[in-house]
């Protein structure tokens, strides 16, 4: 079979993916329900655990389903014993507040700034007043790429009493994570985004004691009943529904590739690229909403300019016959357009972005 035609993508995921990663998914059939295929999900799931710490000490869920399935999975399955705290400074913060609402589960939004770190006093203050007993966070924002430290927030956590429920669906696998050291008991992924694996594949990752703890009779879901998942599992070696079988053979290649780049040097690798790209944002004049002291270093989003060649439609077409797919804002009243430097690729790509950027930026201007 011949190798699809590369396209770089530079939405903040599903992001680029190897082609090894790509021919993985060609199988011969199988029935999920045949051991073989069981023996691969429990080892996808422990090989997930082990980049989040101890794997003897944590479980990972796995769910047929995009990132926001296993974010819905913690928000309806966990905070069962008293109320939540939703921190928003962002869409994804947002979100979070929206699968509570839907569901029922009582809880607080404290808003937070989308672009400066976390204010833990205010926060501390916050929790204490609602007597929360879980705090759901987003660890980096994608809307705009600020990242929220998961130390300080652990150690708030354990302050009040209460159990820290992550979202690191843009952050893990890039940025490096122990949930056991960092005070996390809950934190969901995704396949699509750090991992360069295929869509349709997301996983929360427990502390098997938190995880042991919940009570699947309550949960508010049906389908994404985290316990009952992770219990039909342990039993039976499958998963409740039938889950996207090509997908987890790809999540498979890419954590092999993942544990021979290892995720410090995943971090590196996205680290060079965001600095070529900041450079080339310097050059064309362009403003990021982040500062350097609160930034992820993986998603970036950028001011739109008030230049008259410029238009999002323009920029991206201009890219996208250049073999680039770039992405809109999501940041309430103000205009950004976003890149990021996340996936299979390398410097030189981000380095013909660039050119291309400058190029399109300086005929914009005049
Ligand atoms: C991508 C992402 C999600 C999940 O989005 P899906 O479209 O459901 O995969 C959730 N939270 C954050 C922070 C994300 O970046």
């Known amino acids: ?25 060609v199988v011969t059939d199988i029935c999920p329900r045949e051991s073989e295929f069981g023996e691969v999900m429990t080892s996808v799931s422990r090989r997930l655990s082990a980049i989040a710490g101890d794997p003897e000490k944590i479980d990972t869920v796995l769910f047929g389903g995009s990132g926001t399935a296993a974010v819905e999975a913690m928000i309806t399955s966990v905070p069962l014993d008293g109320p939540l705290v939703v921190v928003d400074n962002g869409a994804y913060g947002a979100r979070m507040a929206q699968i509570a609402r839907a569901a029922g589960v009582t809880h607080f939004v404290f808003q937070s700034s989308p672009v400066a770190a976390i204010d833990l006093d205010a926060l501390e203050g916050f929790a204490s007043v609602h007597k929360a ?34 979202d690191a669906m843009s952050s893990f696998a890039a ?46 879901s049906y389908y994404l009943n985290l316990r009952a998942q992770h219990d039909y599992f342990r039993k039976a070696g499958q998963m409740r529904f039938t889950p996207p079988v090509q997908a987890i053979y790809a999540l498979q290649q890419a954590l092999t590739e ?28 362009l403003s990021r909403l982040v500062a350097d002291e609160n930034h ?52 030189a790509d981000m380095a013909e972005f660039v050119r291309l950027l400058k190029q399109f930026m300086a005929a914009a201007r005049s």
Not at 199 to 214: E, N, W
């Open 258 to 285: 993942l544990e021979s780049e290892t995720v410090a040097g995943r971090h590196r690798r996205y680290l060079d690229m965001w600095r070529l790209l900041n450079q080339g944002l310097l050059d064309c004049g």
């Open 175 to 220: 940025v490096p994570i122990d949930i056991l050291k960092d005070g996390v008991h809950y934190l969901c992924s995704s396949a699509n985004k750090n991992i360069q694996a295929m869509a349709g594949v997301s996983f929360v990752i427990c502390r098997a004691d938190a995880l042991g703890r919940l009570d699947p009779a309550r949960s508010r």
């Open 1 to 25: 079979m011949k190798a699809p035609a590369r396209h770089i993508l530079l939405n903040p995921g599903p992001a680029t993916t190897t082609d090894t990663v790509k021919f993985a998914q």
């Open 296 to 347: 992820g270093g993986l998603i970036t989003a950028i001011e739109e300019p008030d230049w008259p060649g410029y238009s999002f439609e323009r920029l991206h077409d201009f890219m996208k016959q250049r073999n680039f797919t770039i992405y809109p804002g999501k940041l309430g009243n103000q205009t950004t357009f976003r890149i990021a430097n996340i996936g299979a690729i390398g410097v």
């Open 133 to 166: 007993k879980y705090l759901a966070v987003v660890h980096h924002e994608t809307t705009t790429g600020l990242l929220n430290q998961l130390p300080p927030l652990g150690r708030l956590a354990r302050k009040l009493g209460m159990e820290l429920l992550v």
